[in-house]
């Protein structure tokens, strides 16, 4: 994926920036536990620090970037399309999917960031049986070489193909089930086909967990910007959670009341992409 960034930065180099003097309006997935101007003030911090260190192909770190934020991908696209941001903030990962599966976009910028990550996310207030052995199976996961395997097979080389639904083993005689929130908003990773199935890795990766824990899974779709609501509401009992720049000194998406698992993915770029 690497060499795919490499050659697709290189072709938008030789289109220039698409950064106007004047504009420079970025989307991203909404922070839960920050307004767009406190994100802001929390990335230019991070800029003058340089826990971001690098920004190359067009972009600047003395500009000061306007941020706004969106609850699904799909609206920022929409927003990226009618002119309203001048690019869209993704994972590397998904950044790369995205240009694979769509026409008209390309790289801006690739900024270098304090490492994010995925985890799933839970009620705090909530006995953490249901956590902490969710953290056993990952633990395990990772030890054994799972992860490794299921990230090489749905990002490493997921190729222009969609993922294929992953199938869950059914456990007849357990009556209750695992309620789990699935976004979509973040391809191939957290992966919703237009049909309304989920697939791709976060979906092969609760997939095995069940396996392992023995427990039955019903998938919840929902909005990136829903997450804790899902969770509050009762309508999840846990989410795949999107832990952006952990490091940091105050987590931009964990609000009060949300605790997270095991981290069992993780990046340190994102794309910025804009219309061609």
């Known amino acids: 994926m690497k060499k795919l960034v490499v050659f697709l930065l290189a072709v938008c180099l030789m289109a220039g920036s698409a950064y106007s ?32 260190a690098v920004f190359t192909g067009g972009g600047d770190p003395s500009i000061q970037y306007k941020h706004v934020f969106y609850d699904s991908l799909l609206s920022m696209q929409m927003a990226l399309n009618a002119g309203e941001v001048d690019a869209i903030s993704l994972p590397e990962a998904v950044g790369e999917y995205f240009l694979n599966v769509n026409d008209g976009y390309k790289i801006v910028s690739i ?47 997921p190729g222009l193909d969609e993922p294929e639904p992953v199938k869950f083993d059914v456990y007849e005689n357990i009556d209750t089930k695992i309620k789990v929130a ?7 990773i957290d992966f919703v086909a237009a049909d309304g199935k989920p697939a791709g890795f976060n979906t092969a990766v ?24 899902a969770l509050a509401s009762g309508r999840a009992d846990a989410v795949f ?15 009060e009341g949300i605790t997270l698992s095991e981290s069992y993915y993780g990046w340190n770029e994102v794309l910025n992409i804009g219309k061609k």
Do not use: C
């Open 21 to 52: 003097a004047d504009r420079n309006i970025i989307g991203h997935l909404s922070k839960l536990n920050m307004t767009p101007e406190e994100f802001m003030q929390f990335n230019d911090s991070n800029v003058a620090q340089g826990k971001i």
């Open 111 to 157: 900024v270098r960031t304090l490492p994010s990550s995925l985890s799933f996310g839970f009620r705090a207030n909530d006995d953490p049986a249901l956590r902490n052995r969710f953290n056993e199976a990952l633990l395990s996961m990772k030890a054994d070489g799972t992860l490794a395997i299921l990230r090489a097979k749905y990002i490493d080389e």
């Open 206 to 229: 609760l997939a095995e967990i069940a396996r392992r824990l023995k427990v039955n899974i019903e998938l919840v779709n929902i909005d990136s910007g829903a997450r804790a609501a």
């Open 182 to 188: 699935v976004t979509g908003d973040l391809p191939p």
């Open 241 to 255: 959670w999107f832990q952006f720049q952990k490091g940091a000194e105050k987590q931009a998406d964990i609000p």
